[in-house]
């Protein structure tokens, strides 16, 4: 008998990527086979899938993005997603299929859902994005990352986390070096497409005593068309920078950092607590239901992380956060402290977990349909 198949359906951003990914890496553990299910921009974040997994690209498109006759084909390549989708899954005939959220995941789950085949959808904000909101009664199985997440009354989700990939499963609990008078790493990036708003790093450090700024070293995620004026920012205050468009080894720069300052992502949290880091946290103010805001609550409370609303976001009060952290070795060590408590490592294997579960429950029913011979 040949291994299952479980289908993911995503894409979008790395948010919604890196979740999928860490999951494919779990099943292909368990012996299951995988394959993605995305669209162009999505297959853009799935360097990082091991090999084995074959990736299906589908069109699909976004409602809030691109100019009005871009938005008006939606629809149209929407439906020729599904239709593709339809045919995958009358080919394949998968034991599952798992949804990350995004515009991308709409054909493989529209599909799954016409074939009756069993499916979940996992959410990692705190707030439902607008595809898992219109499947959350449509799936035999809903997982949550961020907890508590608002959910629809009636509906039950079980708490898994936000599976992290293997790069950062290896850095788990990795240990975390005091500041002081020594070398420091800060790292700062705005997700997987960079932040205009994190521009205001430099003119922060700006305020912090020359001394300190002597033993830092920044890793600073910028967009191109930004990457020259922050470089000049920090040669003008002598700090050693790092810039580039993208970094492809964040968890090694994580581990390394004494402080992280970054947007509030679902996936960039969940990488947090997996290492165990503090941060200071941007939430994006535009994420759909203010997400980001609601991502971040859980980690502020528990001691983790400071959070500075956008609209807020002065060099005088990030300053005054970033110097709470490598200005003070006692508040450092425990911030690092509550953010690893805070994190669930095993999201993988208990998302994974659920996937087994609802196979299991489908092969049981169906053999209960079967009549005796």
Known sequence: MSEPLLIIAAGGTGGHMFPAQALAEEMLARGWRVKLSTDARGARYAGGFPAEVERVVLPSGSFSQGNVLQRALVPFKILVGIFGGLWSMFRDRPAVVAGFGGYPALPGLIAATVFCIPRLIHEQNGVLGRVNRFFVKRVEAVACGTWPTALPEGVEAFHVGNPVRGAVKARAGAPYITPGDWPMDLLVFGGSQ???????????????????????????????????????????LGVRADIRPFFDDIPDRMARAQLVICRAGASSIAD?????????????????????????????????????????????????????IIGEPEGANAAAAASLSFGKPDAAEMLADLVGKIAFEEKNHERSDTPAA
Do not use: C, W
Not at 272 to 300: C, E, F, K, M
């Open 194 to 236: 960079g932040a205009h708003v994190m521009m205001k790093v430099p003119e922060a450090l700006a305020y912090l005593p020359e001394e300190l700024l002597s033993f830092l070293t920044v890793s600073h995620q910028a967009r191109e068309e930004d990457a020259a004026q922050v470089r000049a920012a920090y040669d003008s």
């Open 272 to 324: 947090l607590t997996v290492i165990g880091r503090p941060s200071v946290l941007i939430p994006y103010p535009h994420a759909t239901g203010d997400h980001q805001t609601a991502n971040a609550a859980g980690l502020v409370a528990a001691g983790g992380a400071f959070a500075i609303p956008e609209s807020q976001l002065t060099p005088e009060v990030l300053s005054g956060h970033i110097a709470a």
